[in-house]
């Protein structure tokens, strides 16, 4: 199958997760939106000042759909382990047990979606959103 049917196919999967997941539907779209629009800008200004190829409106959307799985996967993965109130060790061990997963993720969807020859880093897209998105679900001190 080329990209872009595997566009249409994660791109229905990412809408899902936002349709079925009401409780961090606008604040998982925003994060999503604001990591797609970072780095569309990123891309076009490395298109100017690097000769980096211009993303091309099917980048974009993968750019965003990409984008949206992440904060998807990071979402999920705050319900299961909700991030601790206070910075310590737990934290650091939390980020790499949600990072080094949905990096390899991320790989896997870079090749489905773009092939051999990649024009966008979007494996790290993906960890990245991932990892924001695991902020979403803050785990409340018990109170004694």
Excluded at 30 to 53: C, D, M, N, Q, V
Excluded at 64 to 92: D, H, T
Excluded at 111 to 119: A, D, I, K, V
Excluded at 125 to 143: D, H, I, N, P, Y
């Amino acid at each position: 199958m080329s990209g872009g049917v595997w566009t249409v196919i994660f791109g229905i999967v990412a809408a899902g997760l936002f349709i079925f997941q009401p409780e961090w539907r606008l604040r998982g779209l925003r994060l999503a939106l604001g990591i797609a629009f970072f780095l569309e800008l990123f891309y076009i200004i490395g298109h100017y000042l690097s000769g980096w190829p211009f993303p091309t409106p099917l980048a974009v959307v993968q750019l965003f759909i990409v984008a949206a799985l992440g904060v998807g996967l990071g979402a999920i993965f705050s319900r299961v382990w909700p991030i601790p109130p206070q910075k310590g060790f737990e934290r650091i061990i939390r980020t790499l047990l949600i990072s080094i997963p949905s990096l390899g993720l991320g790989i896997g969807l870079q090749m489905l979606l773009q092939g051999e020859q990649p024009t966008q880093a979007l494996y790290l897209v993906f960890t990245l959103a991932a990892w924001l998105g695991s902020g979403f679900t803050v785990r409340q001190e018990e109170k004694k």
